[in-house]
Every structure is written in structure tokens, then in C-alpha cells.
């Protein structure tokens, strides 16, 4: 299998702007984590789905911050507009619905605002 | 809410034994996980208690204790590769199906 994959791997772009981040995840996976880290705040869960459905989002910051997964296979992460604070790693994770502990994370995206 | 207590860091030789503690709090508990992250890779799944006591993997262990809200990774013969950051992860609250990280333990690995 291929792993969890995101893209892309790096995004720079200013302040105001719209930044989709993207996620296909293992196939079979039931669950879908999308997590922000810092060094300041670790790692952050935003949100979370359940057989395409979005069942927690509690984690979300703000407005601007907006997810789908239109099918099993996919799932984006939108900002809109973009500020500098940010600027974080996303990770997407997967996993199977009863491997409770065992999440399988991509490899991230490295988001900078200027 | 939830909230896991982990040491920032901790240094040790290589060769050596360490062990990472973490303490959380939460309103329902379900089970501990553990999870490895190098410098500028993505975290990677180590190991979960359900239930109390010792699970080992190799050169790691990870054991657990429900009754004091705690748990520990055991990391034996280490390497200077294990040089990374280590994570405990609750899961518990009002829902069973998703975890929450604790800020991570940095291991120093001196040669």
C-alpha cells in the first residue's frame, strides 16, 4: 500500500489567500484525522471523519478553517483567507474502525504565510 | 476535557535504557498510545495499552496503569536512531474514536 498522501509537501503563499491542502488516504481506512502541529501547541487535532461523514470538528480555530471528504478516497483541508499565525504543519492520518490506537499519518504539509 | 502531563526532555547514553513517563487525565478512558516522530518526518505508531500492564515489541515496551492514570514507554539497547520525539496519546473523553497527543518527550541520545 501506498500510505497515506498528501499534497503538497510545501506551500508559501501571503497572507489573504485561499490554501487547499489535499489528502487520499489508505484504502479501507474508515477514519480520516486531520491534525495541525507547532511547536508551541503540539499536535493538534482539528477534525475528523467517519465513513466520509465529519464527526468532530470541535478542533477547527476559526471560520476560515473548512474540510470535506466527498468520497472515501479523498479529502481537502481549506483556509480562507490565510494568516500567518498559520503556519504549521498538517498532517492527515487514517485508520481502520477498530484499530483504535493505530493511526497511519501522511507525510505532512509544511504551510508558510507571509 | 483531557490532558496528558509528559516530560520535555530527557537525555541518555547510547547503549543505555530509558523510560518516558506520561500522566493523563480524562473524563472516560479507553487506551494509551504511543507514537515515534523524527526531526521532519511524520509520527509514527509505536504501541497501545487497552489493559493494565507490559506490552513489548522488540527493544520497545509500554505499560500501563489505569488505576493511576498512567503509562511509560520503555526503550531498551538504544540507538542513536531512536534519537526523536516520543508522544503518549489518550484516547478517552466523550467520544472512543479519536486520540489526543500529549506535547512529546525529546530524547537526547549521547554517543
Known amino acids: 500500500d501506498a500510505g497515506v498522501i498528501q499534497s503538497p509537501r510545501h506551500e508559501v503563499t501571503e497572507m489573504g489567500q485561499e490554501v487547499t491542502l489535499r489528502c487520499k488516504p489508505i484504502?479501507?481506512?474508515?477514519?480520516l484525522f486531520w491534525y495541525r502541529q507547532t511547536m508551541m501547541r503540539g499536535l493538534e487535532l482539528l477534525i475528523y471523519?467517519?465513513?466520509?461523514?465529519?464527526?468532530?470538528d470541535s478542533g477547527m480555530p476559526e471560520d476560515r478553517f473548512s474540510a470535506k471528504m466527498p468520497n472515501a478516497s479523498f479529502s481537502t483541508l481549506k483556509i480562507q483567507p490565510s494568516e500567518p499565525r498559520d503556519s504549521a504543519v498538517y498532517f492527515c492520518?487514517?485508520?481502520?474502525?477498530?484499530?483504535?490506537?493505530?493511526?497511519?499519518f501522511g507525510p505532512g504539509t509544511r504551510l508558510t504565510v507571509l | 476535557g483531557q490532558s496528558l502531563e509528559q516530560p520535555s526532555e530527557v537525555t541518555a547514553v547510547e547503549g543505555a535504557i530509558v523510560q518516558i513517563n506520561c500522566t493523563y487525565q480524562?473524563?472516560?478512558?479507553?487506551?494509551l498510545s504511543w507514537y515515534q516522530q523524527h526531526d521532519g518526518g511524520a509520527p509514527t505508531f509505536l504501541s497501545y495499552?487497552?489493559?493494565?500492564g507490559l506490552e513489548e515489541t522488540g527493544r520497545f515496551s509500554s505499560f500501563l496503569s489505569r488505576s493511576d492514570s498512567y503509562g511509560y514507554l520503555l526503550l531498551q539497547e538504544l540507538q542513536m536512531k531512536d534519537s526523536a520525539s516520543y508522544f503518549c496519546?489518550?484516547?478517552?473523553?466523550?467520544?472512543?474514536?479519536?486520540?489526543?497527543f500529549g506535547k512529546g518527550t525529546r530524547l537526547h541520545i549521547l554517543p
Open positions: 471523519f467517519n465513513n466520509n461523514v465529519p464527526i468532530d
Open positions: 484504502s479501507g481506512h474508515d477514519y
Open positions: 492520518a487514517s485508520r481502520r474502525a477498530l484499530s483504535w490506537g493505530e493511526q497511519f
Open positions: 480524562t473524563s472516560g478512558f479507553y487506551g
Open positions: 496519546a489518550v484516547r478517552g473523553g466523550n467520544r472512543d474514536d479519536k486520540i489526543i
Open positions: 495499552n487497552a489493559l493494565d
